[in-house]
């Protein structure tokens, strides 16, 4: 017997995909309008014709107005038709115009172009069960997810994730050794040696172009008599009896997140303690129905896990694997006592120790 279907959820469905194809096409315009600096043009500037605009950016008028027409299909820019101008809201530019703005959310669409560029690699992965290494991407990815991440980091790390540690900023404020592992470009390891002028900042990571990157930003912010940056994997990151011992967003990166904690269980003082971030997934696939539980599976199923699978094992989380499976491994390799410290839309910080 022939089924027949419900055309009204046929149709119900498709205006979601063609949503949702549209916005992926419109992705690409806003990466180009981050990277040329149309919307930080645009800010507080008020109403713009194509040709102001042009001339503000130094761009081809054409395309710009091209790319006007995108921005005001998507109600990102407003148009007046009786003046043909186009005003860039102040509160859509703390959005994708203003890096020190908490909400700012451009650097999710720096990913996109060397994300994307890895479908094939990807392809052939999902065929075999291999993997696609964090050191195989273009540049643009390693740059683009430290901007992902920067300010959340900015808007929370030192005011409310170290304070839920127990003690911890006592012991910041006194002066204490710090490893950040998996510290990528530094981001979170400069926000914390700001802040704590005594201690002393230790950033590992396995990927040499992201160490140099996170050096270069210490000169640059002149950090760099209190934070270092090396090249070391997570399993064997160079000691030093330090007081607090951060993983940003990388754990559930690594193919052995136990040889990590084992490491930190080893290398921590007496009183020492890790502090863990993870994104705020959950490991019930029914709990991602929302905007950012759909980014984060969707980066596990194309970055996070890949990676974590080209370090051939023994674990591949992926990036919602969920607080027990998080907890078991931690309990695996010594480190007994957890404790959720915070808790953010995007973020869950654990307290972890021995
Ligand atoms: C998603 S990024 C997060 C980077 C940084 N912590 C941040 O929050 O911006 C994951 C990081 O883990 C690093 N990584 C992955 N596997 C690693 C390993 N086995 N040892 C050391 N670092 C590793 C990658 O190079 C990358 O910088």
């Known amino acids: 017997?022939?089924?027949?279907?419900?055309?009204?959820?046929?149709?119900?469905?498709?205006?979601?995909?063609?949503?949702?194809?549209?916005?992926?096409?419109?992705?690409?315009?806003?990466?180009?309008?981050?990277?040329?600096?149309?919307?930080?043009?645009?800010?507080?500037?008020?109403?713009?014709?194509?040709?102001?605009?042009?001339?503000?950016?130094?761009?081809?008028?054409?395309?710009?107005?091209?790319?006007?027409?995108?921005?005001?299909?998507?109600?990102?820019?407003?148009?007046?038709?009786?003046?043909?101008?186009?005003?860039?809201?102040?509160?859509?530019?703390?959005?994708?115009?203003?890096?020190?703005?908490?909400?700012?959310?451009?650097?999710?669409?720096?990913?996109?172009?060397?994300?994307?560029?890895?479908?094939?690699?990807?392809?052939?992965?999902?065929?075999t069960g291999g993997g696609v290494g964090w050191e195989e991407h273009g540049p643009a990815l390693y740059e683009g997810v430290a901007r992902f991440f920067l300010p959340g980091y900015a808007a929370f790390l030192v005011q409310e994730w170290l304070p839920a540690m127990d003690g911890v900023v006592e012991g910041l404020e006194r002066g204490m050794s710090v490893a950040d592992v998996g510290c990528g470009f530094g981001h979170s390891t400069l926000l914390m040696a700001r802040a704590y002028p005594d201690s002393r900042f230790h950033g590992f990571d396995f990927h040499g172009p992201s160490v140099e990157s996170a050096r270069r930003a210490a000169q640059e912010q002149g950090l760099a008599d209190r934070a270092t940056f090396e090249v070391a994997g997570a399993g064997d990151f160079p000691g030093g009896d330090y007081g607090l011992i951060t993983f940003f967003d990388c754990l559930h990166d690594l193919g052995d997140p136990g040889a990590a904690f084992r490491r930190a269980a080893r290398t921590l003082a007496a009183d020492g303690a890790c502090l863990v971030v993870e994104p705020n997934a959950a490991a019930a696939p029914q709990d991602n129905i929302n905007p950012l539980g759909r980014a984060f599976t969707a980066t596990s199923a194309t970055l996070c896990l890949p990676g974590a699978l080209a370090q051939k094992g023994p674990y591949a989380l992926g990036n919602h694997a969920g607080e027990d499976a998080l907890r078991r491994i931690a309990y695996e390799a010594g480190l007994r006592t957890w404790k959720l410290a915070a808790e953010g839309p995007a973020n869950r910080v654990y307290d972890v120790r021995r």
């Open 1 to 127: 017997m022939e089924k027949t279907l419900d055309q009204d959820r046929v149709k119900e469905f498709l205006e979601r995909v063609m949503v949702d194809s549209g916005a992926a096409l419109a992705g690409l315009c806003t990466s180009i309008g981050a990277r040329l600096g149309l919307y930080e043009a645009m800010a507080g500037a008020g109403p713009l014709t194509s040709g102001q605009l042009a001339a503000r950016t130094g761009l081809d008028e054409r395309y710009v107005r091209e790319w006007l027409a995108s921005q005001v299909a998507g109600q990102y820019v407003h148009y007046e038709p009786g003046t043909d101008t186009y005003v860039f809201p102040d509160e859509h530019a703390a959005v994708l115009a203003d890096p020190d703005s908490p909400a700012y959310s451009a650097g999710a669409f720096a990913m996109l172009q060397p994300l994307y560029a890895t479908e094939d690699a990807l392809v052939d992965a999902y065929r």
